[in-house]
């Protein structure tokens, strides 16, 4: 078991716009899966998957409004990132590694007919559930986010992941907000910050942009695999990316081109940054609830 480090409860007192009771499961590992859980628990489930450096946090403003609507949110934390366990050692984290933490996670939880909303990171893994287990899922919303499998890196993403790696300070909360067009208050930013006390408990955060199979990268096979999937995926899929990020522009053409599921009229450009979630929650969730209507669930 390596060395783990989990961020002690009151860190998460009174955190703004995020009343949702803590869930947790243990992994075989013996790491600790945070994730939120709320509405009816035999309504459709919709899958809220963050990306990084933020945590669950990232939804707060879309979860009540996907609940209102009749259906059951759940938004876990990646491990290494908010409520959830953190290993320490960069080492210890793989992209197959996580794929498969997130993998057993879900189906402890036994969900069926999931409409997938994701975006960042929360794409990079939440599509590769959809490429293992396509039969639980209903549709899929995609914003600010892909399935990378070789190709060149955008500059932009070039240049954030040489600063995660080399800068000597990695200030969580303000990275958000540099990449979101609203202006967070200073208690949202310290949200953001929250789970990650110490430089020890950000490693994960430091390691994922190394991770994202841009070039040689042991992870293309894989990720050839589930784009084969993707290739035969009926299902609805909706693409929503932002109209102001450099890192992920133009990214919905290879899935509106290659996924059968995506030949409709649902596609949309939304207002704001990479983190869209904070930008234009009201347009991503009109996105999730339309998905949702034209999969019948």
């Given amino acids: 078991m390596p060395e783990i480090f989990r961020t002690p409860d009151d860190s998460f007192a009174a955190l703004p716009g995020y009343p949702f009771a803590p869930h947790y499961y243990e992994l075989r590992e013996g790491l600790r899966v945070h994730y939120v859980d709320e509405g009816p628990r035999d309504a459709t489930p919709v899958l809220m998957m963050h990306g990084e450096p933020s945590w669950s946090y990232l939804y707060r403003k879309m979860i009540g409004p996907v609940v209102d609507a009749g259906y059951r949110v759940i938004a876990p934390d990646l491990i290494g990132f908010g409520k959830s366990d953190k290993p320490t050692d960069k080492s210890v984290f793989t992209y197959a590694g996580h794929v498969a933490w997130m993998q057993e996670w879900f189906e402890a939880l036994a969900l069926d007919n999931v409409i997938l909303a994701c975006q960042d990171w929360g794409s990079l893994i939440g599509l590769r559930l959809v490429g293992a287990m396509?039969?639980?899922?209903?549709?899929?919303?995609?914003?600010?986010?892909?399935?990378?499998?070789?190709?060149?890196?955008?500059?932009?993403?070039?240049?954030?992941?040489?600063?995660?790696?080399?800068?000597?300070?990695?200030?969580?909360?303000?990275?958000?907000?540099?990449?979101?067009?609203?202006?967070?208050?200073?208690?949202?930013?310290?949200?953001?910050?929250?789970?990650?006390?110490?430089?020890?408990?950000?490693a994960a955060a430091r390691v994922f942009p190394a991770l994202v199979p841009f070039g040689t990268n042991p992870a293309v096979p894989d990720q050839l695999a589930a784009w084969e999937v993707l290739e035969t995926f009926e299902k609805p899929f909706t693409c929503c990316f932002s109209d102001g990020d450099p890192i992920t522009k133009g990214g919905d053409a290879p899935f509106r081109e290659r996924v059968p599921g995506a030949k409709h009229t649902l596609h949309r450009t939304l207002k704001g940054g990479h983190f869209i979630q904070e930008d234009d929650p009201e347009g991503f969730v009109a996105a999730i609830l339309d998905t949702a209507r034209l999969a019948g669930v």
């Fill in 134 to 202: 396509p039969q639980k899922f209903s549709g899929v919303v995609l914003s600010n986010g892909g399935l990378p499998a070789g190709q060149d890196p955008p500059k932009a993403f070039a240049a954030w992941r040489t600063f995660a790696k080399v800068s000597p300070v990695f200030p969580i909360g303000g990275l958000i907000q540099k990449a979101t067009k609203t202006e967070l208050s200073d208690a949202e930013v310290a949200a953001y910050d929250a789970p990650y006390p110490s430089r020890a408990s950000k």
